[in-house]
């Protein structure tokens, strides 16, 4: 049974840093591409960042330059490095490993607000 479990989340002001980890088990995730999602009250879930099995980012471009996206195949563990971030970054942000079924983490609460 594949689980993801996200921490990390938070009320930051605008311009803090915040690490996001996605913790997972039942699966390597080194084989896997993955990816971080983010929904606001109100919107859709929307793809905030990927990585896939060979390593490659790639970033929704109200993101680039601010969060990185990693992964420690040891610790069997996906992150989200969060700079600078706005207000508008405020979502449950959520991880997705695209297996052959995609699994999802409950979500962790990002708050930016001054």
């Known amino acids: 049974q594949v689980q993801l479990v996200e921490s990390g989340g938070g009320l930051v002001q605008p311009g803090d840093s915040l690490r996001l980890s996605c913790a997972a088990s039942?699966?390597?995730?080194?084989?896997?591409?993955m990816g971080w999602y983010r929904q606001a009250p109100g919107k859709q879930r929307e793809l905030v960042a990927i990585?896939?099995?060979?390593?490659?980012?790639s970033y929704v471009d109200s993101v680039k330059g601010r969060f990185t996206i990693s992964r420690d195949n040891a610790k069997n563990t996906m992150y989200l490095q969060m700079n600078s971030v706005k207000p508008e970054d405020t979502a449950v942000y959520y991880c997705?490993?695209?297996?052959?079924?995609?699994?999802w983490g409950q979500g962790t609460q990002v708050t930016v607000s001054s």
């Open positions: 997705n490993l695209a297996a052959i079924v995609p699994y």
């Open positions: 039942g699966t390597i995730i080194g084989i896997w591409n």
């Open positions: 990585i896939t099995s060979n390593g490659d980012t």
